[in-house]
C-alpha cells in the first residue's frame, strides 16, 4: 500500500520550454503533497506543500511564477517548471500523506523521483 | 530552530564489516519525530524508520539497528556485516507534527566487495 507514482522518470527540454511533471497517490487519498528538489550530491529541499483546492505554500526563495503547482484532486499534483533553463536541472522529487493515516505523523511516501535536464 | 546533522559525507567500508551512520538533530519541540530513508543509486527514496520523541527504546530489524537517545539528541543508526547492497545515500530528517520534514545532508555509503 501507499504507492506514490511520478511521471514522467526522467525528461530532457530546450530552455525556454515548459515541462510538467506528475504526482500521483495510487492507492490513497492525500490532501497534501510536496516537492522537493535536490541538486547532485545534495540532499532534499522542500520546494512547496501542495494543498487539494487551495493554492499551494512555497517555501523561501522558490519562485511562485517559475514553479507551478497545481493540486485539483485527492490523489493528483503537478508541478509545472515554466520557461526552464539550465539551472533548473535538477531531480524533482513528491511526497504524499495520507488522508487517513495509521498512526500520527505517518512516513512520508515519496515518488521515485524525475530527473530533469535542460539544454 | 530546527535542524539536522549529518557530520559523515562518505563512509566507505569492506563487506561484512559493521558500519554507523551519526545523525544530530536540534528542536525545542517536545513532541517530533525521526526518520531514516535510504536513497539508492536509482534515485528513489525508501522509508527505513520513524521513532517518535516519546519512545527511546532502541530497534532492531535484520541488519539494521537504531540507537535514539534524547540526552545528546542522537538518533543513529547501525548496518552489522554491510553488503554491497547497502550501498546508498542514508538521510535522516525531522518532523515537529507540522507538515514540513527537515532533512539532514545525507551519508553516502559505499561498501565494497
Known amino acids: 500500500g501507499a504507492v506514490v507514482s511520478q511521471h514522467p522518470s526522467w525528461v530532457i527540454c530546450k530552455s525556454g520550454t515548459s515541462v510538467k511533471i506528475e504526482c500521483r497517490s495510487l492507492?490513497?487519498?492525500?490532501?497534501?503533497m510536496f516537492w522537493y528538489r535536490q541538486f547532485p550530491k545534495q540532499s532534499l529541499m522542500l520546494m512547496a506543500t501542495s494543498n487539494e483546492g487551495s493554492k499551494a505554500t512555497y517555501e523561501q526563495g522558490v519562485e511562485k511564477d517559475k514553479f507551478l503547482i497545481n493540486h485539483a484532486s485527492l490523489t493528483l499534483s503537478t508541478l509545472t517548471v515554466t520557461s526552464a533553463h539550465p539551472e533548473d536541472s535538477s531531480f524533482y522529487i513528491c511526497?504524499?500523506?495520507?488522508?487517513?493515516?495509521?498512526?500520527?505523523?505517518?512516513?512520508?511516501?515519496f515518488g521515485n523521483g524525475t530527473r530533469l535536464t535542460v539544454t | 530552530a530546527q535542524k539536522v546533522t549529518q557530520a559523515q559525507t562518505e563512509i566507505s567500508v569492506v563487506e561484512k564489516e559493521d558500519v554507523t551512520l551519526d545523525c544530530v538533530y536540534e528542536?525545542?519541540?517536545?513532541?517530533?519525530?525521526l526518520f531514516w530513508y535510504k536513497q539508492p543509486p536509482s534515485g528513489e527514496l525508501v522509508f527505513l524508520i520513524r521513532r517518535n520523541s516519546f519512545d527511546e527504546q532502541n530497534e532492531i530489524s535484520g541488519r539494521y539497528s537504531w540507537n535514539f537517545q534524547k540526552s545528546t539528541s542522537s538518533f543513529n543508526f547501525t548496518i552489522t556485516a554491510s553488503q554491497v547492497v547497502d550501498s546508498a545515500v542514508y538521510f535522516c530528517a525531522l518532523n515537529t507534527g507540522g507538515f514540513k520534514t527537515i532533512f539532514g545532508a545525507g551519508t553516502r555509503l559505499f561498501v565494497k566487495a
Open positions: 492507492d490513497f487519498q492525500a490532501t497534501t
Open positions: 528542536t525545542r519541540d517536545t513532541t517530533y519525530y
Open positions: 511526497s504524499a500523506e495520507p488522508i487517513f493515516k495509521d498512526s500520527y505523523n505517518s512516513p512520508l511516501h
